[in-house]
């Protein structure tokens, strides 16, 4: 069974700095991408940050380019996001979450995946 449990989040005022987490198991970590997805009050999920399986490259929103960093480690079976200088608007639930096998589309489209988290909530005030 393919388990994907986030942790990390809080609360921090706008400048503030969170490191999330994501422990996967279930599957081979290192054959996979992941991605992490956010969904703030009121709207729609939005794809933040996707990470390849080997950790070579990755990918950012415009949103959150510069302030954002995601990286894995894939002896621990774990993905993270290194959120900088965090903005009022960053407040949302942020999940972790994996595309099926064979998926060939891109990460932006959020209903392409298949498996997420619990999500960890990140609270951004002033």
């Known amino acids: 069974e393919v388990q994907l449990v986030e942790s990390g989040g809080g609360m921090v005022q706008p400048g503030g700095s969170l490191r999330l987490s994501c422990a996967a198991s279930?599957?081979?970590?290192?054959?996979?991408?992941l991605s992490w997805v956010r969904r703030a009050p009121g709207k729609g999920p939005e794809w933040v940050s996707a990470i390849s399986a080997g950790g070579e490259s990755t990918y950012y929103a415009d949103s959150v380019k510069g302030r954002f960093t995601i990286s894995r480690d894939n002896a621990k079976n774990t993905v993270y996001l290194q959120m900088n200088s965090l903005a009022p608007e960053d407040t949302a639930l942020y999940y972790c979450a994996r595309l099926p096998s064979g998926y060939s589309g891109s990460y932006y489209y959020t209903e392409a995946y298949e498996y997420w988290g619990q999500g960890t909530q990140v609270t951004v005030f002033s």
């Open positions: 279930g599957f081979t970590f290192s054959n996979y991408d």
